[in-house]
């Protein structure tokens, strides 16, 4: 199947990191309004605000905290559940927001539409902190509007307390056995991807005929599904009305940590792959302070405390080594070679993204 560039690129230093680590990843929470702390010398002149517009369950709020005592910065937190959530909010000129964080394809969309602002790197001197292979991807040469910030992938969450056979694809999913127990990501690109999958095509099909049959094969599944849910699908996996589920790689491993029935399967068709960024909106009031933001998500110390709490993968090469080698080793969280090796990432599907659109509007209204 075709990939874009960045995903090639991605795949295979993932691939080479996955060799070395098996040798050795709502509403509004404003932080605590705090005075600013006597100035340090080092650190830039802020504005007193930022507005941030972030994934769900993504940072930690000691995180946010930490940054507003440092710099004296009131964070305003709000969250959203998908791109196209995102991208809607942006696009209306009156979201107001500093920060966003798309994934790579989204990225390449938001650049199209100029709805980026340039990043200034020399005032993100961390920037240094991310692997190089992580920068420079084909969405957006020379990292002009992006600041990596984690990666990961979509995969089979399972009960294996509840599901006693081997679950191994994504075809499970449609198994009648689990009518109304299925937990699946409220995300188009993803599960209509999986979908595509499961008829052994791409991710990023743009053929009509295919993506009606992916239609037809959706409407399938769609009554196994008990809840669609891209903020917290581990909620329903641990409160037992889920027995699996189409997940996000980090909520099946916190799943995991609270109830080591739930396992993270890689499905054999292969996985769906994501790098999410850091990315200023046009028009952001509050610059300076974005990309002082920015560098302090990128000290190693920092960027650990977000996985450690919310545990993606770190394109931060510096981070990395502060985790804990079990984190590292543990295939469950950094995907082994093979699995990355048949992963998948989205690309942009320009004037297709309509078609994918109606699907999801039709599957989701039946």
Known sequence: MTQNKAGLTL??????????????????KPAA?????????????????????NWSEYLPQEVIDEFSREYGVKVNYDTYSSNEEMLAKIQSGASGYDLVVPSDFMMQVMVKKDLLEPIDLSAVPNFKNIGDQYKNQAYDPGNKYSVPYMWGDAVIAVNTDKVKRPITSWKDLWDPAFKGKVVSLNDMRFVIGATLKTLGYGMNETDPAKLDQAKAKLKEMAPNVKVWDSDSPKTSLLNGEAWIGLVWGAEGVLARRENPAIQVVYPTEGIGLWQDNMAIPRGAKHKRT??????????????????DAFPYNLPNVEAQKLLDPSVLGDPQVYPPQDVLAKGEWLRDLGDTTQLYDRIWTEVKGQ
């Not at 309004?33 to 517009?53: C, I, M, R």
């Not at 974005?290 to 996985?307: G, Q, S, W």
């Open 11 to 28: 795949a295979a230093v993932f691939l080479a990191i996955s060799v070395v680590l098996t040798g050795c990843g709502g509403g509004g």
């Open 33 to 53: 309004q705090v005075p600013a702390p006597a100035s340090t010398g080092d650190q830039p002149k802020l504005d007193g605000e930022l507005n941030v517009f």
């Open 290 to 307: 974005v990309e002082a933001f920015m560098n302090f998500v990128l000290r190693p110390e920092i960027h650990k405390k977000i996985a």
